[in-house]
Nanobody, 118 residues
Framework: QVQLVESGGGLVQAGGSLRLSCVAS????????MDWFRQAPGKEREFVAT????????NYADFVKGRFTFSRDNAKNTGFLQMNTLKPEDTAVYYCHVRDDRRAMDYWGKGTLVTVSP
């Protein structure tokens, strides 16, 4: 059974940092790219960042470039999103995502809430 479990969210003041984790199980994690998305209250889910299977390449939405860093530890089946210089507009539920193109399946975690106070 495929599972993605996020953690690390919480309440932080503007300018602060958080590190999110996403632990994967039930599939060969090291073969798949991984993404982070977020959904703010009343808004649609949006792409935040992606990392390739080996961790050698990552890409970011413009609104987090230079502030967020996506990394992964395949030995621990875990992806990490280091979030620095947080802004109130970063407040959202953050979800990790893996796409299995061969099976045409999308896997999502349940999300972790990040709240940034002014």
């Amino acid at each position: 059974q495929v599972q993605l479990v996020e953690s690390g969210g919480g309440l932080v003041q503007a300018g602060g940092s958080l590190r999110l984790s996403c632990v994967a199980s039930g599939f060969a994690f090291s073969f798949y790219n991984m993404d982070w998305f977020r959904q703010a209250p009343g808004k649609e889910r949006e792409f935040v960042a992606t990392i390739n299977w080996s961790g050698s390449s990552s890409n970011y939405a413009d609104f987090v470039k230079g502030r967020f860093t996506f990394s992964r530890d395949n030995a621990k089946n875990t992806g990490f999103l280091q979030m620095n210089t947080l802004k109130p507009e970063d407040t959202a539920v953050y979800y990790c995502h893996v796409r299995d193109d061969r099976r045409a399946m999308d896997y999502w975690g349940k999300g972790t809430l990040v709240t940034v106070s002014p």
